[in-house]
């Protein structure tokens, strides 16, 4: 799966597609089991991606600890390698399977 994951976050408008074709398949997921709406879903989704991209984010950063690729100004804890586009796509994967629990869980809540 990292071999995969490092293959399409080599590139942004792979990442890109990757997240939009997850994206659409959770929301349409939602759509036909659970009967919410597109927007309804999207909505939803995009906030659990939100919240989760937050807790993800901070995972695996290491500072910067090459004195000669430090630029003045620059925060000591500043990630020397945010993998930023891995994580989009972790984040996606994430949030997909929390907001599809989260709609099977609704119903037993009385929601």
């Given at each position: ?13 792979r ?22 709406t597109?927007?309804g ?19 695996r950063?290491?500072p ?24 989009a ?14 709609l099977?869980?609704f ?5």
């Amino acid at each position: 799966m990292s071999g995969l994951l490092a293959a399409v976050a080599q590139s942004t408008w792979r990442t890109l597609a990757l997240v939009v074709v997850l994206v659409a398949a959770f929301v349409a997921a939602a759509v036909a089991l659970f009967k919410l709406t597109v927007f309804g879903a999207a909505a939803l989704y995009f906030v659990v991606w939100w919240t989760l991209l937050f807790a993800i984010l901070p995972i695996r950063n290491q500072p910067e600890i090459r004195p000669e690729h430090i630029v003045p100004g620059q925060d000591p804890g500043a990630p020397a390698t945010p993998r930023l586009r891995e994580k989009a796509v972790w984040t996606t994967l994430f949030a997909g399977a929390v907001f599809l629990a989260a709609l099977a869980i609704f119903p037993l809540a009385g929601l």
